[in-house]
């Protein structure tokens, strides 16, 4: 689903996205547009509409709604490199928070969005049991698996065991897609290969760390 399509709230208010000015200025039938930041992400134009900050109660247009917030908040995360969300933190997201119209998505709001997201595996807590601390998916753990298996053949480096360190943080990892990518993620990257034979994890002792084997 296109995230730059807008949403109907025609169960509470008859505003419409092209009823608002887009960025707080401009008249009051300036259609909305899309806005990019100065890294060169684009938010779509739906951000600049107030309404898609509060969760609207029509069962409907509130699924409509959440999957236009999960589109876009994979999107800009995956931009930006962004790992993690957590809700208790004091910096909200850019993502979260429009101030060019003076709204964000509240914290009972952002809860619902990533408790959406982790069930359909776009997300999940972390810790687990918990509720306010996510990683977010922007790629599927197998994915990042399939990425590191990928560049350890394609560097001769089956059948060696290397350090998590050595994974993300390592001289021949710095170009790599995966590069910096959190303990959690690459755990469960890992955790894949392991199901799939092409990995056996490793207890280290001391400064060593935790490594693994390629298979």
Do not use: C
Request: charged share 25%; hydrophobic share 35%.
């Amino acid at each position: 689903m296109s995230i730059s399509q807008p949403f109907s709230s025609s169960a509470t208010s008859k505003v419409q996205p092209n009823d608002i000015p887009s960025g707080g200025t401009g008249g009051i039938n300036t259609p909305l547009r899309p806005i990019k930041n100065d890294r060169g992400f684009e938010f779509p134009a739906i951000w600049s509409f107030p309404p898609f900050f509060t969760l609207q109660p029509n069962p409907s247009t509130l699924s409509h709604q959440l999957e236009l917030w999960r589109a876009l908040t994979l999107k800009w995360s995956k931009h930006h490199r962004v790992f993690e969300v957590n809700i208790e933190s004091e910096q909200i997201h850019e993502v979260f928070e429009n101030k060019y119209i003076k709204r964000k998505l509240l914290p009972p709001s952002m809860k619902k969005l990533l408790l959406e997201m982790s069930k359909n595996g776009e997300a999940a807590p972390d810790p687990p049991k918990q509720d306010n601390r996510f990683l977010i998916y922007w790629k599927k753990p197998d994915e990042w698996g399939d990425l590191i298996y990928t560049w350890i053949m394609d560097n001769g480096l089956n059948s060696s065991i290397m350090t998590f360190y050595e994974i993300t943080d390592g001289d021949l990892s710095h170009t790599t897609e995966f590069y910096e990518l959190p303990i959690p993620i690459l755990r469960k990257a890992l955790e894949s290969l392991v199901k799939r034979g092409k990995a056996q994890l490793l207890e280290g002792k001391g400064e060593i760390g935790q490594g693994v084997r390629f298979l």
